[in-house]
């Protein structure tokens, strides 16, 4: 089968969850002798350039986003329209039984080359509309003006490359009706949640991976990686532990990197925990392993739009338990694991009253053997492959 991905992002040039779900999927379909298509933004153009190059038996197309402002209103149709170039220039002329659709922009320029002649799927990692409304809403009357210009474009190009679509595949049920609410698309819709890679696994003890990190051997360790952006909740989860680290109950590491990292670092200042507050900044693969594995706690203090929790079952592939919001689907990971770990996003009181009974132990968790078992049991390659040969090759009628 000639299976081509569409998305804004290719995981190799600029990692995140929408990337890696589509990567991994790339690399599974490789691996069972598909021939493999990819066709993404080219983010960063001095490392990769634009064009076709080919990287882990994949053959990418990158083309370069249009220098064009956020509010400008023919943004996204030239994004559209430089990926169909793309695809035309490169792809156009090889038969795709399959073609992936991961976002709208991208995926929408497969569309106005290839048309209806390959079976379409689509996985929803977050609606677009939601996703900008909620990102909108903290810009003030720009955002007011930027939502009253766009919203409406947005919902009509994300459902035009749904329509074409077989199937959508979301990764949770909260994602599952926001595609009915926006595009009464429901019946569509399979729920199939990515999957835990066999490599996410402790290689050593929590002292060991404090010692390659630098971090205290003597410290209970509370840890969260996130973008620095306004609706992932670095500041509460900050607010929620001060008094804990302050009483030096626990030690904070706090992993990525985004616009608020400045004020996150002040706030951290102003609340007098920085000397045992760690901004880490991006980490590798290998030093985010060693994060999971040096952590006894990882906090996911999201305030909105929480569409899967890739993030949760990571840690929790390390034996590291997770305290989380209900901005989304996180629950749905929690509450089968744990009851009792899911706080209300936003509420400082309540995710500092959560934290504290963890660290004081009166909160308990299933052991780190049990917690890997059960991500083993739920979200286990062997567990969720099935369903995607099943959703790709199956019903493509392209079984390997």
């Known amino acids: ?32 002798g598909h021939l493999v298509g990819m066709v993404c933004m080219n983010h960063d153009p001095a490392r990769f350039p634009n064009g076709l190059s080919e990287q882990n038996g ?16 023919g943004r996204m149709s030239a ?41 379409y799927v689509y996985t929803m990692h977050s609606p677009i ?24 474009k947005l919902k009509a190009a994300e459902h035009k490359v749904l329509d074409p679509a077989t199937d959508i595949q979301t990764l949770s049920n909260f994602t599952k009706v926001q595609v009915d609410h926006f595009h ?18 402790r290689e050593m003890d929590k002292a060991e991976a404090r010692r390659r990190l ?72 290998a030093d985010l392993a060693l994060a999971y594995q040096a952590a006894d706690l990882f906090v996911l203090p999201t305030l909105s739009l ?5 993030i949760t079952i990571e840690a929790m592939s390390f034996g590291c338990p997770v305290i989380g919001t209900d901005a989304g689907a996180t629950p749905e990971i929690l509450d089968k694991y744990c009851p009792g770990l899911v706080v209300p996003a936003g509420n400082v009181e309540a995710l500092r009253e959560k934290l504290g009974a963890y660290f004081a132990g009166r909160l308990q968790t299933p052991d780190e053997a049990a ?27 392209r079984r390997r």
Request: proline share 6%; charged share 25%; hydrophobic share 40%.
């Open 79 to 119: 994004c559209i329209e430089a990926a169909s170039k793309a695809v035309w220039e490169h792809f156009s002329e090889t038969s795709w039984h399959l073609v992936h659709m991961h976002t709208a922009f991208t995926g929408g320029g497969v569309f106005q080359v290839l048309g209806r002649n390959p079976r």
């Open 214 to 285: 630098g971090w205290p051997l003597d410290e209970k360790i509370l840890f969260t990686v996130r973008i620095h952006g306004p609706r992932y909740g670095i500041d509460v989860a900050i607010r929620a532990a001060a008094p804990l680290i302050q009483d030096k109950r626990c030690w904070f590491a706090i992993g990525g990197d985004g616009p608020l990292r400045p004020t996150l670092e002040n706030l951290a200042k102003e609340l007098g925990v920085a000397e045992r507050t760690r901004f880490t900044g991006r980490l590798s693969d």
């Open 371 to 397: 917690t890997v078992a059960f991500i083993e049991k739920n979200y286990g390659r062997d567990v969720i492959v099935p369903k995607l040969i099943d959703l790709l090759e199956v019903q493509t009628g």
């Open 184 to 201: 009464k698309m429901g019946h569509k819709v399979r729920v199939i949640p990515h999957w835990r890679r066999p490599e996410l696994r």
């Open 1 to 32: 089968m000639n299976y081509l991905v569409a998305a804004d992002d290719c995981f190799l040039d600029r990692p995140g969850g929408m990337g890696r779900v589509a990567w991994d999927i790339a690399q599974l379909m490789r691996e069972r």
């Open 58 to 73: 994949v053959r990418i197309v990158r083309y370069q986003r249009p220098d064009l402002p956020a509010w400008h209103p």
């Open 129 to 152: 509309v939601l996703e900008n409304e909620i990102n909108w809403a903290q810009q003030g009357i720009v955002g007011r003006i930027k939502a009253w210009m766009g919203l409406g």
């Open 306 to 310: 929480e569409c899967f929790g890739l």
